[in-house]
């Protein structure tokens, strides 16, 4: 198994792409731009879903609280990515990368359910949480395991040859 931060190489990409994808969506709510190229079926809306009344929840656009999820996630990912003594561990990203998938989970049920309607890039968001989840599931079991990056030998003394008494 590898090193914990191996696991974790691809999730600031993807935490990015996630949060490109729910800033638009954020923006898509308020109306200031438009997801006509999400619509492309009497099932498939990205502009019915995303300004429904089941898009906001406490007055807060879902949205926006993907944003934020995203953004945390690309935070503790740069984190333990490319800190030599990271302030946060692989069980605080998986945790909050399961609560994400959950929250993507119960949204889709939504769609279904509620609005028998999609919304093409929610969906791609909720692949994206799943994904980022799997890598950070392998850098918590890879943590749990203790598998670490070898540690270089110390280069030894240079050998100054025989002694030689005077």
Known sequence: MREPRAYLAPVPFLAILGAGISGFLVANHYAYLSADFCSV?????????????WSEILGIPVAA???????????????????????????????????????????????????????????VSLVLGITILAFTALAFWSDRRGTRAPVPPEPAAADPGPKTDP
């Not at 079926?41 to 009344?53: G, H, I, R």
């Not at 999820?69 to 003594?85: H, K």
């Open 41 to 53: 079926a009497s099932w498939l809306d990205c502009n019915e879903v995303n300004q429904s009344a």
């Open 65 to 123: 609280i993907g944003l934020a999820g995203f953004l945390v996630l690309l935070v503790l990912a740069l984190d333990l990515r490319l800190r030599e003594a990271p302030r946060f561990r692989p069980w605080q990203m998986l945790a909050l990368a399961a609560v994400g998938v959950a929250f993507g989970l119960y949204l889709l049920g939504v769609e279904l359910l509620a609005l028998h309607l999609f919304c093409l890039l929610c969906l």
